[in-house]
Structures are given as C-alpha cells and as structure tokens.
C-alpha cells in the first residue's frame, strides 16, 4: 500500500484517498474512509453505493450487509448509502452482472491489484 509524503493513502486516481461514508462509520477501521492495512486481509478498499439488487446479492452469497448487527455496532447498509467493500466481493458481483456503483476518489487505489481501473470507471459516480 503506497502512501503520500504526509503518510495518507491514495486512491485509484492517484489522489489523496478521500471520505467513502459517515453516516454509516465505514472502512475496516471504521475511520469514515476505505484505508487497508496488513489485519485487513478483506480488503475493504472499495467505495460503493449500495443498491437494493446489490445488498440482495451479497446477502445471497453470505455476506449480508442489510441486516443491522447491534453487538458489532453496525447498523445495516441501506439502499443509497456509500459503504467500503471488499474488493474481492466487488469483483465477483461485477462479474455476475451486479457490481455496485463506484466512487473513484475515495475507492484506495490497493484495489487496482484485484480490478483493473478502466473497469471501476465504467461503474464511477464521481464527475472524474
């Protein structure tokens, strides 16, 4: 994972890695952004948008990210909020036609090593 002279990770566009969501708290870390590190071994590097066909499958192939889980403090994913995924679970959604849509600037740029950019971009929600 690179990181900039002030020791911030990047984003797929080569920028400083920006805010995925608040509102839910996300990322691995829960810092609001999709940094990795070496406990991530998940990958929760990229910054979706969620959808309702996108929380259906993934809840459909085990990981159910609708359903709040109180003892973890996660409150659920709705339709429309913004959530750092892993990039493998991205992957394999795209390739069965239901990738979430994508927001470039606060997806980190770790992701490039399992998705090609020009892929991401074809799913992008920032104006780049």
Known sequence: MKRDEG???RNVLGGPLGVCSEQPVTGFYRTGSCDTGPDDIGRHTVC????E????????????LSTPAPQWQFPGVLPGQR?????????EAW??????PVVLHATNEATLDLIPLE???RYAVDPD
């Open 7 to 9: 020791g911030l990770q």
């Open 53 to 64: 066909e996108f929380l259906a499958f993934s809840k459909s192939r085990g990981n159910d």
């Open 119 to 121: 892929v991401l971009k």
């Open 95 to 100: 390739q069965a036609g239901m990738a979430p």
């Open 83 to 91: 959530w750092c995924l892993c990039a493998s679970r991205w992957r």
């Open 48 to 51: 979706i948008v969620a959808s």
